[in-house]
């Protein structure tokens, strides 16, 4: 018996998650050798390679004129902000916690698209929004004994998402979902080759490392090739609430590969973050359907 659309787009949004999840993980491990300013130009100039052979393979142009477009201009700075910032944030804080806190970048966008994009938000998407925004502070416990103050990198790395995703519903129609991955990944190059400036000098990485940064890109593309194909087989209401499998897998890798072993109020903090998502999912479905 063929499986439904919903289940199938279910499948691949897991799979996607996961892939992204893996992802982080050969980051987080290269960049234990690797200056992370390295890692990410790496780790740039691969996925652009992969997604100029997807695009020409599909008749896209490599450069379209919308590129130099004012909203792909704010795009692609949020872009780096996050990349940036969700690196570092991944090689020098425990993968659970960076992976925690990105969970709230679904809340951020709906934040953004009533303040900026002015969308209409019901009460209980706002409270949604402050009971996950609690569940971050949980995480990061600001003044407490347990804050770190390198948590912020993931704060800063999931407004920067969060940012991005709200830049390309204003992104010119033109320009396909490939055709963004690859600017994506190409203003990663400049953005990895800025912050190794102020780092140590560049390494030759073990053969090892370019396997795993290599690893990290193609673990990148599937997930997101996976990832487009979810969110156009499925209804987006049935569909969207796996992307919060991506935090489990990453807290499985996490424990199994590096050892992490995540505090009460993580995991509480965790729970809060993912339960104030799927509220806002289901109010946000609850609405389009009465509309």
Not at 9 to 23: I, P, Y
Not at 68 to 90: D, N
Request: charged content about 10%; overall charge positive.
């Amino acid at each position: 018996m063929p499986l439904s659309p919903n289940a199938q787009g279910a499948l691949w949004m897991t799979a996607s998650m996961a892939g992204f999840a893996v992802e982080d993980a050969f980051i987080k491990s290269a960049a234990g050798a690797v200056p992370v300013g390295q890692v990410l130009a790496m780790f740039g100039l691969i996925g652009t390679a992969i997604f100029a052979m997807l695009c020409l393979r599909r008749g896209d142009r490599l450069i379209h004129p919308a590129l130099f477009s004012r909203p792909m201009a704010v795009r692609c700075g949020f872009e780096m902000v996050g990349r940036v910032f969700y690196t570092l944030a991944i090689a020098l804080t425990p993968l659970s916690t960076a992976s925690a806190i990105l969970q709230a970048a679904p809340l951020m966008v709906a934040l953004g698209a009533m303040t900026v994009l002015r969308e209409p938000v019901s009460p209980a998407r706002w409270l949604a929004i402050l009971v996950g925004f609690a569940g971050v502070l949980l995480v990061l416990r600001p003044g407490l004994a347990g804050f770190d103050m390198l948590a912020i990198l993931s704060v800063l790395g999931m407004i920067g998402f969060a940012g991005r995703d709200l830049a390309t519903r204003a992104a010119p129609p033109a320009l396909s979902h490939m055709q963004l991955s690859l600017y994506g990944c190409a203003i990663l190059i400049p953005a990895g080759l800025v912050i190794l400036a102020f780092q140590s000098a560049p390494v030759v990485p073990s053969g090892a490392d370019t396997w795993r940064i290599l690893a990290a890109s193609l673990a990148g593309a599937s997930a997101y090739y996976a990832l487009t194909i979810a969110m156009r087989t499925g209804e987006v209401g049935v569909v969207a609430p796996f992307r919060y499998t991506r935090l489990v897998v990453a807290m499985i890798l996490a424990a199994v590969v590096f050892g992490e072993r995540p505090d009460t109020a993580t995991l509480v903090g965790s729970a809060i973050i993912v339960g104030a998502g799927l509220l806002a999912l289901a109010s946000g479905r609850r609405r389009r359907v009465r509309a």
